[in-house]
T-cell receptor, first 113, second 109 residues
Framework: DGGITQSPKYLFRKEGQNVTLSCEQN?????MYWYRQDPGQGLRLIYY???????QKGDIAEGYSVSREKKESFPLTVTSAQKNPTAFYLC????????????FGPGTRLTVT | GQSLEQPSEVTAVEGAIVQINCTYQ??????LSWYQQHDGGAPTFLSY????GLEETGRFSSFLSRSDSYGYLLLQELQMKDSASYFC??????????FGSGTKLNVKP
């Protein structure tokens, strides 16, 4: 079964710690994205990647970092510089950058106290 | 800046028809997408309009008017499982997508 996996589903961290969220896809998609969703709000783009070894900042990249060393994987690190990291994080992919249909993973709910 | 406006909540009864509107103001417009998201779940793609007019996919239809910066999602023959949040998203410059805040649809028996 092809799809996107994110782990873990729930993650708890203490303030001041960096944390890495996993995102893996076996759809053979070139483009991958990270979004953040806060209660009652839409999705906001953190980072995106058009192809392996390439990624670009989205609208709210401050306090986050990513890597794209493999086509299948696009991990997101939430650093201690992110002022308000508690949120629902969604990873998505599409065949190529700009495709209307993005496939989303199940999300990781991060709580930082 | 980018802004998308959708109603925050809509309620309808099973079997009815409901329309969810989306107005947008973005720098650069290439098309309008719609996604469905059940509570705690992942958004799933419903439709995409790049040109003016109505696109129909089963019980769901989506409409776009580029001149009015407006689109809507039409859900017919509502079912209880349609209770979810619905997001419109604009494809803008540099292949970025901007999402609205979502419309929570409550379907009542």
């Amino acid at each position: 079964d092809g799809g996107i996996t994110q782990s873990p589903k729930y993650l708890f961290r203490k303030e001041g710690q960096n944390v890495t969220l996993s995102c893996e896809q076996n759809l053979n998609h070139d483009a991958m994205y990270w979004y953040r969703q806060d209660p009652g709000q839409g999705l906001r783009l953190i980072y995106y990647s058009q192809i392996v070894n390439d990624f670009q900042k989205g609208d709210i990249a401050e306090g986050y970092s990513v890597s794209r060393e493999k086509k299948e994987s696009f991990p997101l690190t939430v650093t201690s510089a992110q002022k308000n990291p508690t949120a629902f994080y969604l990873c998505a992919s599409s065949i190529q950058l700009g495709d209307a249909e993005q496939y989303f993973g199940p999300g990781t709910r991060l709580t930082v106290t | 800046g980018q802004s998308l406006e959708q109603p925050s909540e809509v309620t309808a009864v099973e079997g009815a028809i409901v329309q969810i509107n989306c107005t947008y103001q973005t720098s650069g417009f290439y098309g309008l997408s719609w996604y469905q998201q059940h509570d705690g779940g992942a958004p799933t793609f419903l439709s995409y309009n790049a040109l003016d007019g109505l696109e129909e996919t089963g019980r769901f239809s989506s409409f776009l008017s580029r001149s009015d910066s407006y689109g809507y999602l039409l859900l017919q023959e509502l079912q209880m499982k349609d209770s979810a949040s619905y997001f419109c998203a604009v494809r803008s410059n540099f292949n970025k997508f901007y999402f609205g805040s979502g419309t929570k649809l409550n379907v009542k028996p």
